[in-house]
């Protein structure tokens, strides 16, 4: 096992700032140690301000997510396609001959393997699903030895893509090994790649190294984003004092605690008991809050006891009533189930759900009334049928309230710079700057919230690959700096 010294030395020359050849250290302020909560972490060295770049990593390799299982092309990863055609010689499916020149380096790992099925008979979606795995097989000793750094979960059920693919080829048993551990690897600290911002591509996976070394808190003070070089670029979401700890976050940052715990037991085998966690109300959002069963209570919330223990009992914030774990996990079940029954394509039965069912079952506080209010942000002004000119003045209106709730939550939370509240604060302005545009009287009284909201946005998702494309745009025009009368500065709006 390489020592925290070694290791940092890794990364720092994986990162480029460390040239063994002439023996020159760029400055950093951050070290690779020993972690409080278990195994290694990056740790600040001095204090860092708030939004500075801790570093851009690079994936060692990347690929479709297992969860994947629609037809995409493996080389630009679209998934709408009617020419999708398997290579006759690997069985990866691509999209073009353009797609097909860029696989060789894939092609020539799997065509090298003695096939047990014709080409036809080989499932892509099995392909698909191991091909970030094959890609570690193409990898130089220095990244192996960074790659076998990295903690790993050896668990059975991790590296189920290389035994479905051996019912297709026979591979030796070195290069099976290798690519097993490179699934533990991937399974352990890979994360999901951006998207360009309304395209529809296959959801990519990447295992970035230096980022796979920071551990996990459901209260982060680092945040990413991705460039279109599929580079992730680290910052810092809040100060952070030198000698503390820089974490992100492994699971959904607006999602409940029993959701969370449950999410990285299952999937990174550890149960988090970290401040938030702690906290029945979570920092006073109460995002896992669950309406009282009380009839007579129409105020309270039921919320755990003792939140670090699955059995703990939920207790009434107003009358007190005491609620088992297992009437709650029966609750949690069923609103599972419920959720499950809604189609996210329709946004009219969403927007019907969410105003007039679910928050008769929970609180509108709670998480699923929060994941269903973006899911409506993100479509309302976006999708046909409810582009802006579109746009109910009741819809515009929720719109606004939906994003000014969320920003609070976030804020409560202390997340007011991550890649979230730079969405939620583009989709603010662009609510407000419609509103101006339907109604020029209001603007005097807008046009301050409108500037301040989308320099906000812009400082925070500049450069992000899923930043929207307007974004350079309306910063320009109906930012703080723009001195153009209002006509041409609301001109963007009907391009």
Same mark, same amino acid.
């Given at each position: 096992?390489?020592?925290?010294?070694?290791?940092?030395?890794?990364?720092?020359?994986?990162?480029?700032?460390?040239?063994?050849?002439?023996?020159?250290?760029?400055?950093?302020?951050?070290?690779?140690?020993?972690?409080?909560?278990?195994?290694?972490?990056?740790?600040?060295?001095?204090?860092?301000?708030?939004?500075?770049?801790?570093?851009?990593?690079?994936?060692?390799?990347?690929?479709?997510?297992?969860?994947?299982?629609?037809?995409?092309?493996?080389?630009?990863?679209?998934?709408?396609?009617?020419?999708?055609?398997?290579?006759?010689?690997?069985?990866?499916?691509?999209?073009?001959?353009?797609?097909?020149?860029?696989?060789?380096?894939?092609?020539?790992?799997?065509?090298?393997?003695?096939?047990?099925?014709?080409?036809?008979?080989?499932?892509?979606?099995?392909?698909?699903?191991?091909?970030?795995?094959?890609?570690?097989?193409?990898?130089?000793?220095?990244?192996?030895?960074?790659?076998?750094?990295?903690?790993?979960?050896?668990?059975?059920?991790?590296?189920?893509?290389?035994?479905?693919?051996?019912?297709?080829?026979?591979?030796?048993?070195?290069?099976?090994?290798?690519?097993?551990?490179?699934?533990?690897?991937?399974?352990?600290?890979?994360?999901?790649?951006?998207?360009?911002?309304?395209?529809?591509?296959?959801?990519?996976?990447?295992?970035?190294?230096?980022?796979?070394?920071?551990?996990?808190?459901?209260?982060?003070?680092?945040?990413?984003?991705?460039?279109?070089?599929?580079?992730?670029?680290?910052?810092?979401?809040?100060?952070?004092?030198?000698?503390?700890?820089?974490?992100?976050?492994?699971?959904?940052?607006?999602?409940?605690?029993?959701?969370?715990?449950?999410?990285?037991?299952?999937?990174?085998?550890?149960?988090?008991?970290?401040?938030?966690?702690?906290?029945?109300?979570?920092?006073?959002?109460? &995002? $896992?809050? %669950?309406?009282? @069963?009380?009839? #007579?209570?129409?105020?309270?919330?039921? /919320?755990?006891?003792?939140? =670090?223990?699955?059995?703990?009992?939920?207790?009434?914030?107003?009358?007190?009533?005491?609620?088992?774990?297992?009437?709650?996990?029966?609750?949690?079940?069923?609103?599972?189930?419920?959720?499950?029954?809604?189609?996210?394509?329709?946004?009219?039965?969403?927007?019907?759900?969410?105003?007039?069912?679910?928050?008769?079952?929970?609180?509108?506080?709670?998480?699923?009334?929060?994941?269903?209010?973006?899911?409506?942000?993100?479509?309302?002004?976006?999708?046909?049928?409810?582009?802006?000119?579109?746009?109910?003045?009741?819809?515009?209106?929720?719109?606004?309230?939906?994003?000014?709730?969320? &920003? $609070?939550? %976030?804020?409560? @939370?202390?997340? #007011?710079?991550?890649?979230?509240?730079? /969405?939620?604060?583009?989709? =603010?302005?662009?609510?407000?700057?419609?509103?101006?545009?339907?109604?020029?009287?209001?603007?005097?009284?807008?046009?301050?919230?409108?500037?301040?909201?989308?320099?906000?946005?812009?400082?925070?998702?500049?450069?992000?690959?899923?930043?929207?494309?307007?974004?350079?745009?309306?910063?320009?025009?109906?930012?703080?700096?723009?001195?153009?009368?209002?006509?041409?500065?609301?001109?963007?709006?009907?391009?």
């Amino acid at each position: 096992m390489l020592s925290s010294n070694q290791l940092t030395q890794i990364v720092h020359k994986y990162l480029g700032l460390y040239n063994s050849t002439d023996c020159i250290q760029q400055f950093c302020k951050w070290t690779v140690r020993e972690s409080t909560v278990g195994g290694r972490g990056i740790i600040a060295t001095e204090d860092i301000p708030c939004g500075e770049v801790l570093f851009v990593d690079r994936p060692l390799i990347f690929g479709p997510r297992c969860g994947n299982v629609i037809r995409g092309c493996t080389v630009c990863s679209k998934f709408e396609d009617d020419g999708f055609f398997k290579c006759s010689l690997c069985a990866l499916l691509l999209c073009s001959t353009e797609c097909q020149d860029f696989h060789t380096d894939d092609c020539n790992i799997i065509a090298g393997w003695k096939k047990k099925v014709d080409i036809e008979e080989i499932d892509e979606i099995v392909m698909s699903h191991a091909l970030a795995a094959i890609r570690a097989l193409s990898l130089n000793q220095e990244q192996k030895q960074f790659m076998s750094a990295l903690a790993a979960h050896t668990l059975p059920q991790h590296g189920g893509e290389i035994i479905k693919l051996k019912q297709y080829f026979e591979i030796p048993e070195e290069i099976e090994k290798d690519m097993i551990f490179a699934c533990q690897a991937l399974d352990t600290n890979a994360f999901q790649i951006a998207t360009p911002y309304g395209k529809k591509e296959m959801s990519l996976r990447g295992l970035y190294p230096v980022a796979g070394l920071m551990n996990h808190s459901c209260l982060p003070n680092a945040t990413y984003s991705y460039n279109d070089e599929r580079q992730m670029i680290v910052k810092t979401s809040r100060f952070i004092a030198a000698g503390t700890e820089i974490f992100t976050c492994y699971s959904g940052i607006l999602w409940g605690t029993t959701t969370r715990r449950s999410y990285l037991f299952k999937t990174k085998h550890f149960w988090c008991k970290c401040e938030r966690c702690a906290d029945p109300t979570e920092n006073g959002t109460m &995002l $896992a809050a %669950l309406c009282c @069963l009380a009839n #007579e209570c129409t105020t309270g919330y039921l /919320l755990p006891i003792e939140p =670090l223990k699955s059995s703990s009992s939920w207790q009434c914030t107003a009358c007190g009533l005491r609620v088992p774990s297992k009437i709650i996990y029966k609750i949690q079940v069923a609103l599972g189930t419920l959720i499950s029954t809604l189609d996210f394509q329709n946004l009219e039965q969403m927007e019907n759900f969410l105003m007039k069912r679910v928050t008769k079952f929970v609180p509108k506080v709670n998480h699923i009334v929060v994941d269903l209010q973006c899911r409506l942000i993100w479509e309302f002004g976006d999708v046909q049928g409810y582009r802006w000119h579109e746009l109910t003045e009741s819809r515009l209106s929720l719109k606004l309230v939906l994003c000014r709730d969320i &920003l $609070a939550t %976030l804020a409560a @939370l202390g997340l #007011e710079d991550s890649h979230l509240c730079g /969405l939620l604060f583009y989709h =603010l302005h662009a609510t407000l700057a419609e509103r101006a545009r339907r109604h020029p009287d209001l603007y005097d009284g807008l046009k301050s919230e409108i500037e301040s909201t989308i320099e906000r946005a812009y400082r925070i998702l500049r450069g992000d690959i899923s930043a929207p494309v307007d974004l350079e745009l309306r910063y320009r025009y109906l930012g703080p700096d723009c001195e153009k009368p209002q006509q041409e500065r609301f001109s963007i709006l009907s391009i």
